[in-house]
């Protein structure tokens, strides 16, 4: 089943149909995030099992979820805003001793770099882009 990623984050309700043309709502459960690859079963709604025509198996349902091309500025910045006052939030919430150890761990020294990906193109026109290993360029 293809999700997209707010789907995967904020949950979803989507309508498949079954073999004997019934339709089955699947849903997540309100705070689970769905990753690429995950594997959720739902019982007796799969294949009839053999020589038992009444009783179903599982339906085994694949998930992949689809990520953008590209976001906007205004995406990135509203992200950055609502994920900030929620980890306000959290912190406030933690006992005084981890708050203090993490007020430190937060502050300690770091380099802040920007990982490009460079792309190298071909000559000759009937190659495709290679792209290069990754090169970490340390932000201004």
């Known amino acids: 089943m293809e999700l997209e990623l707010v789907e995967a984050l904020c949950g979803f309700h989507k309508v498949i149909e079954t073999l004997d043309q019934r339709n089955l709502v699947i849903s997540s459960i309100p705070g689970e995030v769905i990753k690429t690859g995950e594997i959720k ?45 929620e980890m306000n939030v959290l912190f406030r919430m933690m006992p005084r001793k981890l708050r203090y150890e993490n007020l430190i761990l937060r502050h300690m020294h770091a380099d802040q770099v920007t990982v490009v990906v460079e792309i190298i193109m071909m000559k000759t026109m009937n190659h495709a882009p290679r792209v290069s290993n990754a090169s970490l360029i340390k932000a201004l």
């Open 41 to 85: 079963c739902i019982m007796n709604e799969g294949m009839p099992i053999n020589r038992s025509p009444h009783d179903k198996g599982k339906l085994i349902i694949h998930f992949n979820v689809k990520f953008p091309e590209l976001i906007s500025l205004m995406f990135v910045l509203n992200w950055k805003l609502a994920f900030h006052q």
